[in-house]
């Protein structure tokens, strides 16, 4: 039998072979990745790229619970990490738990990520200390959208690398077994991963980090729009174009069902 990549197997992979992770919230891709990374991110991106919302604000539990059943579902090797969506973790480390719990009971993840560095410090103490491994992520913080006034690459000024430094810190101290640093300059993400002793996961933060993620879909070429540190691997917008295209002429025609698809 397989066993699924342990939380200590990521833990133990700082400074080593980078970790290689992408989103998934679906079966059946889940299941392609899963031959190939080391774990596998529901992402509350998935409000977005799944169901069309503007921002990851939207999600609820209950939505990331579904995703998290289908991609455990379809995968085997993986650890399988599910976002803690906006409003289920910030306001006690009691409330976190909870929901926490409630993630890892109905899915069968094997750990959670919420966003926050110093002030989420407490929660993540007192979350792995009961039992549930924290994947931090600091930087840009998506649910942190509204405040920040957008989507803005963080580290810039370099004025602001102690803060960012101190929430990697705290994040390590607290227990967190890796963390992402999301969209910040290549030279904080460097010293960042060098102060730290847990590894740093980037997306859009350099490869000096330990592990790279991406978006599954964004990576494929599925999104209408691809952000600077995306690389796009595969172009299937245009093949699913192409299939369904050829799908609708061929019905209209009548090509299509034809003798091979037909029960005589
Ligand atoms: O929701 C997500 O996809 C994420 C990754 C981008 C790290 O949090
Ligand atoms: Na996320």
Redesign the pocket.
Known sequence: TIRRTTVPQIANRKGGEPIVSL?SYHAHTATIVDGYADFI?V???LGMVMHGMDS?VGVSLDLMITHGQAVVRGTQKALIVV?MPFGTYEESPQLAFRNAAKIMKETGCGAV?LEGGARMGETIRFLTERGIPVMA?IGLTPQSSHVMGGFKTQGRDEDSWPLHEEDARVVTEAGAFAV?L?GMVEPLAAKITKQVAIPTIG?GASADCDGQ?L?LEDMLGLNKWTPKFVKTYGDLGPAIERAVAEYAAEVKSRAFPSEDQIYR
Request: proline share 0%; hydrophobic share 35%; no cysteine.
């Open positions: 989103t991110l992402g509350d991106s990851t976002d990520k992520h992402v999301e997306i993620i978006v």
